[in-house]
């Protein structure tokens, strides 16, 4: 059943050309649905928490967006999933955004024990950690190092040679700080370093890895059993890797884009 009008920050997936089940967005414009809203059904979705985003749009084949969900607003019984009649698309959002963005939102309303806590270390050779179900860790400082061990949890490693890791199945791991480095251990995980000299490691089933332009991606191809068939590194420049794009390994070990 439909909620009464009202106005919700949330955030949405999009495929990499900003369309949504074949309908085109755009930053900075408004949509209005006419009809029923229902989630899962007719209306523009988006999900309250950050890190649910995951559970429709890959981390490292879509772009996300911060949005105003409006209107009429009707709610899933899963997750933080919302169907609104208005939509408005406020700004793109990447990977620490996003991972940012989870913890204030758990933050603000976690109690002392809760299935979704975060964990954040902002000072000088901090380490957080979570591992709980879609956890969030943050370490913003010098020498931070950030677990999150969940399902579809995030880790951000911001500071001057962090380390970020994501163990669980889709989980992010980004690492934005000179040498830093990023692991996405889980199944389809993805690990971002876009620090200066950075790392960032995918060795989990089908995992992904972007670095930027001084980095270096190092990733592995399993079978459906777990086995290790592939395992190849590479610098940014170097065997067709570009600077700001995903790549997975396919079969014969050859770095793929991910679309």
């Given at each position: 059943m439909a909620d009464k009008p009202q106005s919700i920050k949330a955030y949405k997936g999009f495929n990499p050309d900003m369309t949504c089940r074949g309908y085109q967005f755009e930053v900075g414009k408004t949509y209005t649905h006419d009809g029923v809203v229902a989630a899962c059904k007719s209306g523009f979705h988006s999900c309250e928490y950050p890190l649910d985003v995951f559970n429709y749009y890959t981390p490292a084949s879509s772009v996300f967006a911060e949005v105003d969900a409006a209107g009429t607003i009707a709610r899933h019984n899963q997750d933080s999933k919302i169907a609104s009649s208005v939509l408005t698309i406020k700004a793109s959002i990447d990977l620490p955004g996003i991972i940012k963005a989870a913890i204030e939102y758990t933050f603000s309303r976690c109690k002392p024990v809760d299935p979704k806590s975060p964990a954040s270390a902002t000072g000088d050779q901090g380490a957080a950690s979570a591992t709980g179900y879609q956890g969030a860790a943050s370490a913003t400082a010098y020498q931070g190092a950030a677990s999150a061990t969940g399902?579809?949890?995030?880790?951000?490693?911001?500071?001057?040679?962090?380390?970020a890791s994501a163990t669980g199945t889709r989980g992010a791991a980004s690492a934005t700080g000179t040498r830093g480095a990023a692991s996405a251990t889980g199944t389809r995980g993805a690990a971002s370093a876009t620090g200066e000299h950075s790392v960032a490691i995918g060795c989990?089933?089908?995992?992904?890895?972007?670095?930027?332009a001084t980095g270096a991606i190092v990733l592995v191809h399993r079978n459906d059993d777990g086995e290790i068939i592939h395992i190849r590194a590479s610098k940014v420049g170097e065997n067709g890797i570009k600077a700001g794009v995903f790549y997975t390994l396919n079969e014969a070990g050859e770095f793929v884009e991910v679309k």
């Open positions: 399902d579809h949890g995030a880790a951000s490693a911001t500071g001057y040679q962090g380390a989990g089933y089908e995992a992904s890895a972007m670095a930027a």
